[in-house]
């Protein structure tokens, strides 16, 4: 396993949760990352990414506001504030083959194992 995503769990509505991604083998290195969410019965959606040097950060209108992806040398993180009940989800890491940030999930070729977040309203 390449990425290992963590910090999920049970949280009331209102909550919070920081997740974060570890890469043991270095995907993370001159890439961009991002983090997707799988609720259930539906398709994984994008969530947010950020660029190879942390300077470009994108999200979706879901969580802008609320949400907040960093990065440092071998993890990533994903700051969840403000907690709904629709974000109840598996999350996932991922790793791009560019640089850039991207919204595009056909452009991340490596994926963590999920971690799953359930908010309670």
């Known amino acids: 396993v390449q990425l290992q995503a963590s910090g999920g769990g049970l949280v009331q509505s209102g909550g919070s949760l920081r997740l974060s991604c570890v890469d043991s083998?270095?995907?993370?290195?001159?890439?961009?990352v991002g983090w997707f969410r799988q609720p259930p019965g539906k398709e994984r959606e994008f969530v947010a990414s950020?660029?190879?040097?942390?300077?470009t950060t994108f999200y979706a209108d879901s969580v802008k506001g609320r949400f907040t992806i960093s990065r440092d040398n071998a993890m990533v993180y994903l700051q969840m504030n403000s907690l709904k009940p629709e974000d109840t989800a598996f999350y996932y890491c991922?790793?791009?083959?560019?640089?850039?940030?991207?919204?595009?999930?056909?452009?991340?070729?490596?994926w963590g194992q999920g971690t799953l977040v359930t908010v309670s309203s």
């Open positions: 991922a790793t791009s083959l560019r640089p850039v940030a991207t919204t595009n999930r056909d452009q991340y070729r490596y």
């Open positions: 083998r270095r995907t993370f290195s001159n890439n961009g």
């Open positions: 950020i660029s190879w040097r942390g300077g």
